[in-house]
Structure formats: C-alpha cells, structure tokens
C-alpha cells in the first residue's frame, strides 16, 4: 500500500490528452514539492517534472505538473505512442522522514 | 556525462548479506545528496535510503530496511555503497542508485543508474 494514491491505469487515444492523479496528505504533498517520473519499459525512471510544475531541461512542453492541497496532477497533451510507459509521482514525507512514492500509472496510448 | 553504475547484485539466500556498489562518473560526487531506490518485479518504486552529500552525516532510511541496510559513501573513490544485511524473500528487487537534483526546492531525483538485480531466495 503505497503513501502516495495514483489510479492503476489511464488511456486515451494518440493526439489527445490525458491527466494522471496523486493523492496524498498534509504531512507529503500538502507541505513538500512534489516530483513525476517516466518509466519506459525495461528502463530506468527518467525525471519528468519537479518541484510541482517545472520541467528539466531536455523535456517537452507536452508534460507539465501541478499541485493544489494534498493532490498533484501529471498532465500529457498531444499523446504518442512513445508515451506509454509507467508514471510515478514521488515527494518527501515529513512524518515519516522518507521520501515516498505513488503506486505507478501504466499510460496506453490506444 | 552523469553517469551511475551499479553493481553487486545476484542471487542470495535469506538471512544473507549483499554489498551494493555505485560508481558516479561526470560529476562532482561529494556535492551531491544521493539515494538508493528498488523495484520488486511487476511492482513500482520503493525509496530505500538517502545519504547527504559531503562526509554524509545526515542518513535516512525506509522502515522496512531499517536496522539490516547500511549506505555510506566514498567520495574519493567517486562511490555510492548499500550494506544489505539478513536479507528477506522481499527484499529481492532491482535496486537502483539515483542522484538528489540540485537547484530543486523538493527532493528529486535528477539521474539513475540502470540498476542492479538483487534476487533472494534458498
């Protein structure tokens, strides 16, 4: 049971757009930045976003991220089939002194 | 190039010990936070340790590896270490080495090694 609630799965057709959600608490999200990562398969995690809503360099404009309350969102616009992989958000809980991660979102791209 | 290179995994059987290796490259290693991350199979990330940058003074770890793991580093030798000790059928995961981003106001992790296999299992 992860710290972090993220939906198992989204989908959508190539071309549209799509939003994957994190929930989480005061004592993480509610207080902490919050960060998104790309898995492709067989990959390593790649850094899509951090500190809620900036990009690293090298990045598309087609990711952006945002946080309000104790929830955070991963938006993908313009979808390619390229985009379907494993989406985590992840922040640090002050509660628990550990950085904690959401459950994982498999992106298909239909 | 930030490179990060680990090594170390294999096939161990509970109770066993296991020394994970880290080798930083592209980089000023001793100016950097950096963390271990595993993956059980099929399952999703789970951060395991932290260890801050300089002579590392501030460490923290994941409950669930609290008391059995040990990370450390060797800034001379550019290198980032997890001491896995009475290991567990649970602890089997692809353990990953991941550098804290800087410039960042939340903790992150900017680059990642390919990871290691460490499998547990009699």
């Known amino acids: 049971q992860s710290v972090l609630t993220q939906p198992p799965s989204v989908s959508a057709a190539p071309g549209q757009k799509v939003t994957v959600s994190c929930s989480g608490s005061?004592?993480?999200?509610?207080?902490?930045?919050v960060s998104w990562y790309q898995q492709l398969p067989g990959t390593a995690p790649k850094l899509l976003i951090y500190?809620?809503?900036k990009r690293p360099s090298g990045i598309p404009d087609r990711f952006s991220g945002s946080k309000s309350g104790t929830s955070a969102t991963l938006g993908i616009t313009g979808l390619q089939t390229g985009d379907e992989a494993d989406y985590y958000c992840?922040?640090?809980?002050?509660?628990?002194?550990?950085?904690?991660f959401g459950g994982g979102t498999k992106l298909t791209v239909l | 190039e930030v490179q990060l290179v680990e090594s170390g995994g294999g096939l161990i059987q509970p109770g066993g010990s296991l020394r994970l290796s880290c080798a930083a490259s592209g980089f000023t290693f001793s100016s950097y936070s950096m963390n271990w991350v595993r993956q059980a199979p099929g399952k999703g990330l789970e951060w395991v340790s932290y260890?801050?940058?300089?002579?590392?003074?501030?460490?923290y770890y994941a409950d669930s590896v609290k008391g059995r793991f040990t990370i450390s580093r060797d800034n001379a030798k550019n290198s980032l270490y997890l001491q896995m000790n009475s290991l567990r059928a649970e602890d089997t995961a692809v353990y990953y080495c991941?550098?804290?981003?800087?410039?960042?106001?939340?903790?992150?992790?900017?680059?990642w090694g390919q990871g290691t296999l460490v499998t547990v299992s009699s």
């Open positions: 005061s004592s993480n999200i509610g207080n902490n930045y």
């Open positions: 500190d809620n809503n």
């Open positions: 260890i801050s940058t300089g002579s590392g003074t501030t460490i």
């Open positions: 992840g922040t640090w809980d002050g509660s628990l002194s550990a950085v904690v």
């Open positions: 991941a550098r804290v981003k800087a410039a960042a106001d939340g903790t992150c992790f900017d680059y």
